[in-house]
């Protein structure tokens, strides 16, 4: 049995399904109910309270983590003690590239390496499902807008992801390892447009924020920190947030998959 947290997430759902797929046993949790395929286990649970997954670990070997909630200690206790063995971390690069920033995700990786099991961290870059934010302004202006038009990073797609998990939670060889998740090309916001753009057959027009104005936005639903972590990634990343990771490849044996796949596998959301 494998445990999927986030498992209705964009991550999590693919997660399931190729587990699923390839004949595993899976208990997906999440906070709230979604469809999933037949034969998964379903309980609403949630992290921010570790005593509600205790019945999610009995009998399981393998469990997926997010960061989320403030107790990755006592997940993890009660993990272990539901038989669990191995867990698999999902992360964020900005761990290791501006750790004063990124403390949280910090500490669910300390946690999981003094956890006791075998432990593997997949440290992903910037997700090309955060475009979906652009989902409304382009269904109903052909526009999207974001900050420093020009700048690109190698975002990864959540399938990518999800595939190294699932090899990585089934496989061997992977123990004590921390893998960065990236694409294959960096690729700016005014790229990501047009790639959008070309997966709709119909131009989106690009409109650029000032920092300030982005600023502002985030903070609605961010805390002041990570927005300034966000925005310092977004506008001035460092040589190694730029970077190609080979990690997506040496796991799957294949390159990872460009924005443009993302773009037309999940056109339909921008119609």
Request: proline share 3%.
């Given at each position: 049995m494998i445990v999927v947290t986030g498992a209705t997430g964009n991550v999590g759902q693919e997660l399931v399904r190729i587990l699923i797929e390839a004949g595993e046993q899976v208990t997906a949790v999440s906070r709230r109910p979604a469809p999933l395929p037949d034969g998964v286990r379903h309980l609403p649970a949630d992290l921010?309270?570790?005593?509600?997954?205790?019945?999610a670990f009995d009998g399981a070997e393998a469990l997926f983590l997010l960061v989320a909630g403030e107790d990755p200690q006592g997940i993890l206790d009660l993990a272990r003690a539901g038989g669990v063995r191995r867990v698999v971390l999902?992360?964020?690069?900005?761990?290791?590239?501006r750790p004063e920033v990124y403390r949280h995700p910090a500490?669910?990786?300390?946690?999981v390496r003094r956890s006791g099991l075998?432990?593997?961290i997949l440290r992903s870059g910037g997700l090309n499902s955060n475009a979906f934010a652009w989902a409304e302004t382009?269904?109903?202006?052909?526009?999207?807008?974001?900050p420093f038009g020009d700048v690109g990073l190698p975002t990864v797609d959540p399938a990518d992801v999800a595939e190294v998990a699932a090899a990585v939670l089934r496989g061997s060889g992977h123990a004590g390892s921390t893998y960065d998740?990236?694409?294959p090309a960096a690729v700016t916001p005014r790229e990501r447009a047009e790639a959008i753009g070309g997966a709709l057959g119909t131009p989106v027009r690009f409109i650029e924020q000032t920092r300030a104005q982005a600023r502002a936005q985030m903070l609605a639903f961010m805390p002041e920190p990570v927005v300034e972590g966000t925005l310092a990634i977004l506008g001035r990343p460092l040589p190694a947030e730029q970077q190609v990771s080979p990690a997506v490849e040496r796991v799957l044996g294949r390159a990872p998959r460009t924005f443009a796949d993302w773009a037309a596998r999940t056109a339909p959301a921008f119609r």
């Open positions: 921010a309270e570790p005593r509600s997954l205790r019945t999902l992360s964020s690069q900005g761990v290791g590239t500490a669910f990786e300390e946690a075998e432990w593997t382009i269904r109903t202006q052909r526009t999207a807008i974001a998740l990236t694409g």
